[in-house]
């Protein structure tokens, strides 16, 4: 190989990892070093505090399901919306906000970033800003990227519109088939802290059929845990980050 070639070969690597790097946060056993070294991007907000955060909505079967449970209980909650979801149904996204709660984004498409090019990123991530601004009337805060795997487009993007990205601390893996209210509950909880933040989902677009039931199911009992523990329970908004 030529030495141009190589150099050629070495440019191109090197920005094929540049492009990539931020997805080496997603790995599950390096989550622990993200919340250390990167705390805000990581989740971790007043120790006082816990950050509950839905994904992949509006879905106006199940949505609606989670507003009233979240009313009955005084709460509010960070919701991150899918574009191609809230472009079906704007109408419930101006009713999630119309009930005090907190609309980020979550890209127009559940696609993994690694897989777009620049251009594509910035484009989707514009798309759901926008799409997100006109159905409540106000430009959101927080940024989300699918499968929380970022790409230096991404946060780059989400950041010059104005977007904080924020990924989670604990999850209830409710996305996948058998789930259950006990094992999104025991999941939750297993290493929830004060200062974290909770990811759910509320609607299953992108999850197994109806496993939206098991999040419903678990939510009180996660309320529960979390007043048990003296936290209060609320958007990120309230949970003390740093943003864009």
């Known amino acids: 190989m030529s030495r141009a070639l190589k150099t050629a070969a070495a440019l191109a690597g090197g920005l094929a990892l540049a492009h990539a790097a931020p997805a080496l946060t997603s790995i599950q056993p390096l989550e622990p070093l993200r919340t250390r070294f990167f705390p805000g991007y990581g989740g971790k907000g007043d ?9 992949d909505g509006p879905d106006p079967l199940s949505t609606p399901r989670f507003l009233k449970l979240l009313e009955s209980r005084g709460l509010k909650a960070t919701f991150f919306l899918l574009g191609f979801m809230l472009e079906r149904d704007p109408g419930l996204g101006r009713e999630i906000a119309a009930a ?6 979550h890209g127009y498409l559940h696609r993994p970033m690694l897989v777009r090019t620049p251009r594509q990123t910035r484009d989707d991530l514009h798309r759901a800003r926008d799409l997100v601004a006109t159905a409540t009337g106000e430009a959101p805060r927080f940024y989300r990227p699918p499968y929380g795997i970022a790409t230096t487009s991404a946060l780059t993007t989400a950041r010059s519109l104005g977007m904080t990205p924020v990924l989670w601390t604990s999850w209830g893996a409710d996305w996948r088939s058998g789930a259950t209210g006990t094992s999104v509950y025991d999941t939750v909880t297993g290493n929830l802290d004060g200062g974290g933040t909770i990811l759910l989902h509320d609607s299953d677009c992108t999850s197994a059929p109806a496993s939206w039931t098991a999040t419903l199911s678990a939510l009180p009992r996660i309320l529960d845990h ?3 523990q003296g936290w209060k329970v609320g958007p990120l908004a309230r949970h003390g980050l740093a943003t864009a």
């Open 47 to 55: 120790p006082g505090h816990v950050a509950l955060t839905f994904d």
């Open 100 to 105: 005090g709660h907190e609309i980020a984004v």
């Open 226 to 228: 979390c007043e048990a």
